[in-house]
């Protein structure tokens, strides 16, 4: 496997060099651009009363872009002479429009997939999006959003967000203002949402193409706060061009707030409570198959104080499963760093702690496994090897940084089972075969190594590798390690 890996990299990075010569280019290339403030001309502007880095608007990249194109702004820069070529056009006094477009490919090496012995496979995925910004006035803008996905192995087996001819991955109004210092606005149409928690919700960056939804999200920023509610239907993928719809069963609802409880030069402290009420049709549960409502109550707390980072996060969720029986699961993620040194390559220490509940069905039926939902699968890894169910994990790493462009991040985490009447869980709820009730906590141990290296602010190429070593549990379940390899190229324009 480690000689298909390398065998297949240089052919990755040739025809990705080549792609990226070839499209447009920032005119912040120009040496008067280059190293000065002028140089914002080629990262969109981000405003908001509230802090951008909790405002729910989804993950921010270092380069000011964001994983969810529509919550960029490059309104300012239509007459900036260092802005990004073919980015944003002025159409009128209040009138502009803005261009989107991200390229991604990643070959996938995977050595017993499924922790079945033999089942190896290689694929390679593509990502291709074009999305438009067009800002009518100061409070009205309509986003709408094209993707394909493409895969060349496997694809009979490839879901529909994997292999797409096309989807309209994104279409919605976003109807917005300011009343002092509140800005007030809802967005409707087909979007995509991630304002949370990334073990409960995601935009799913793995698949080629990113989950989305249909209906209204309202918000309410202010200085001090923020409080956000939400109605919406899952879209219904299909792999035909133009095929997709919307699946009125898959409900998630909810209200969200953040607060701001310390802010200073060096640190700050957000506690944000949630609840989500998600229905998720076909649930599936060993044999049983069927409806899976389900209400997650929770709160979050995270910050910075000088070196050291935390993400804390606890779960309750309760509601119906499966006809008649109801849900008592819990969850509790702890995530930390600290900061070793700001010289050199940056050390820093990371860890996280995950519990998330388990034991099937009681004798009053009650299910007690935790479903992560919407889970982030960069989380515990893209190889989706381990689920957060049935789960309690302890996982130290290290960061290093030893240049502006580069990345460096090493885990090794110890997994075990809560309950061991319960199975073990892969990404989704997705139990391992002939693993309920086989004797011994211990999963295994999970490494994860990642490197990442960002030569212009518009492409990344990404290394990501990861190994789960069987306990004897596993063994005997008759399962076996895995081992699975990314390489990952994005332009994103």
């Not at 309209?168 to 409707?188: E, K, S």
């Not at 409960?200 to 960056?205: C, F, M, P, R, Y």
């Not at 802010?263 to 198959?289: C, K, Q």
């Not at 989380?379 to 130290?396: D, H, K, R, T």
Request: hydrophobic content about 40%; some cysteine; charged content about 20%.
């Amino acid at each position: 496997m480690v000689s298909a890996v390398f065998k297949t990299l240089p052919p990755l990075l040739a025809m990705f060099m080549a792609m990226s010569s070839a499209l447009p280019a920032a005119r912040g290339n120009d040496e008067h651009c280059v190293g000065t403030e002028a140089d914002l001309g080629t990262k969109p502007i981000l405003s908001d009363p509230y802090p951008r880095a909790a405002a729910g608007w989804g993950l921010q990249f270092d380069n000011g872009r964001m994983a969810s194109r529509w919550a960029e702004d490059w309104t300012r820069l239509t007459a900036d002479p260092c802005a990004l070529e073919m980015k944003s056009a002025a159409l009128g006094d209040d009138t502009d429009l803005a261009f989107s477009t991200e390229l991604r490919l990643r070959e996938v090496l995977t050595q017993n997939a499924g922790l079945v012995a033999g089942a190896d496979m290689s694929q390679a995925q593509l990502r291709a999006i074009l999305g438009a910004n067009l800002r009518l006035s100061p409070h009205l803008r309509l986003f709408g959003e094209v993707g394909l996905g493409q895969v060349n192995g496997d694809r009979a087996r490839a879901s529909a967000n994997f292999q797409n001819q096309a989807a309209i991955q994104q279409l919605f109004a976003d109807v917005r203002g300011m009343h002092g210092a509140l800005l007030i606005g809802a967005m409707f149409g087909r979007q995509e949402f991630a304002d949370g928690p990334i073990q409960l919700i995601s935009l799913s960056d793995g698949p080629n193409l990113h989950r989305s939804w249909n209906g209204v999200r309202t918000y309410l920023h202010e200085q001090r706060y923020r409080i956000g509610a939400f109605e919406l239907r899952a879209t219904r993928l299909a792999p035909d061009a133009f095929d997709d719809g919307v699946q009125p069963e898959g409900i998630l609802r909810g209200i969200n707030a953040s607060f701001i409880i310390s802010t200073g030069e060096e640190s700050n402290t957000y506690i944000d409570p949630f609840w989500y009420h998600t229905e998720t049709p076909g649930f599936r549960l060993g044999a049983e198959s069927g409806l899976d409502q389900r209400n997650s109550h929770g709160l979050r707390l995270w910050g910075r104080k000088g070196a050291l980072r935390w993400d804390w996060t606890a779960v309750r969720q309760a509601g119906r499963t499966l006809g008649n029986k109801s849900i008592r699961a819990w969850a509790f993620f702890a995530v930390q760093s600290l900061s070793l040194s700001e010289d050199g390559w940056k050390p820093r220490l990371t860890s996280h702690i995950d519990f998330a509940s388990g034991n099937g069905m009681t004798n009053d039926h009650a299910l007690q496994t935790f479903h992560p939902v919407y889970a982030s699968s960069s989380y515990l890894g893209e190889s989706q090897i381990l689920g957060l169910s049935n789960l309690f994990m302890v996982a130290p790493g290290l960061a290093l940084t030893p240049g502006r462009d580069a990345t460096f991040a090493l885990e090794f985490g110890h997994a075990r089972r809560l309950d061991t009447g319960d199975a073990v869980y892969a990404g989704g709820m997705r139990p391992y075969a002939e693993t309920r009730g086989i004797p011994g906590r211990h999963i295994g141990n999970l490494a994860r190594f990642a490197a990442k290296w960002t030569p212009s602010d518009i492409l990344s190429l990404h290394f990501n590798l990861e190994h789960l070593s069987a306990s004897r549990a596993l063994r005997k379940a008759g399962l076996r390690a895995s081992t699975q390899a990314q390489f990952t190229t994005t332009y994103r324009y």
